[in-house]
């Protein structure tokens, strides 16, 4: 019972919000675009890098691909656990998984990675001035920072519409609460990696797009994946069926796919456009 007692008490709550559904369910309707983007960041040779809140691989197996020594770090056990399987079954022995903090990476060394890259992950950590610290931490001197962040109110950002009209239905954030949205805004990434020490010219910032593909799902299909295994929409419904406002919720979010899709009348291809972050050390 103590020991039951001492781990309620250490709960991490973002832990909590992404095991609590299983990401993988979402995440195989990106992998084409975590390839593009992996081919975008132009890797000639093979190099070390870290892939923070990696998931279960949507970018860290095309980065292994290349031949680098990939680690992919996430806080959801369920997550590392399918990114080693991922892994295994491709035969990808530079690549491993483990459990690890965004703000605490204090099994990682520094001056560790050429490239540390983070895409939709590690801006969702709640303390944001260490997350930035501990990137700056663990990257090589010429090395480079990536992340991929979505951008607040962005219209034509099916991500950024999604939590947008999820957070409309759940409670208020606790006090102190850092939004994860902050990390697709200027001034507040510029203040984040002032704090860890790297100038304003190092930073660069860039609009691109993530995009939802299947040839055999609809909108529809994908609001209930999104329902049942993501996050902070699986919290929304939560909340919205307490207030009676589910069936709302969902009509909107379908609504939000259906204006999205550019498939036509067959499968669904939703464009997310995304702030891709570049820091130079």
């Not at 991490?12 to 390839?35: C, Q, V, Y």
């Not at 219209?155 to 939590?163: D, G, I, W």
């Not at 902050?182 to 507040?188: C, F, L, N, R």
């Amino acid at each position: 019972m103590l020991k039951q007692a001492l781990e309620s008490k250490t709960e991490n709550p973002n832990k909590t919000l992404w095991e609590k559904g299983d990401f993988t369910e979402i995440a195989s309707l990106m992998r084409k675009s975590g390839e593009e983007l992996v081919t975008h960041l132009g890797i000639i040779s093979p190099l070390k890098i870290l892939d923070l809140g990696s998931g279960d691989g949507t970018t860290a197996i095309p980065l292994a691909r290349t031949g680098s020594e990939v680690l992919g770090i996430d806080i959801a056990k369920n997550l590392v656990e399918a990114g080693n399987r991922r892994a295994k079954a491709e035969g990808l022995s530079n690549l491993k998984f483990q459990e690890g903090d965004a703000c605490n990476l204090q099994e990682v060394l520094d001056r560790s990675f050429d490239l540390t890259i983070s895409v939709f992950g590690a801006m969702f950590a709640p303390k944001p001035f260490d997350v930035a610290s501990e990137m700056v931490r663990v990257t090589k001197p010429g090395g480079r920072i990536v992340m991929g962040n979505w951008i607040p109110n962005d219209p034509t950002s099916f991500v950024s519409q999604l939590l947008k009209i999820s957070s409309s239905f759940s409670p208020p954030p606790p006090e102190g609460f850092v939004s994860p949205m902050t990390w697709g805004m200027k001034s507040y990434i510029m203040d984040y990696f002032a704090k860890a020490g790297v100038k304003a010219e190092k930073i660069s910032l860039l609009k691109d797009t993530y995009s939802f593909i299947s040839p055999d799902k609809t909108p529809e299909d994908l609001i209930e994946l999104l329902r049942k295994f993501y996050g902070p929409t699986m919290n929304a419904f939560d909340s919205a069926e307490k207030n009676g406002k589910a069936e709302e919720l969902r009509r909107q979010l379908i609504q939000l796919a259906n204006e999205q899709n550019q498939s036509g009348d067959v499968g669904i291809s939703i464009p997310a456009t995304f702030l891709r972050v570049t820091i130079d050390l």
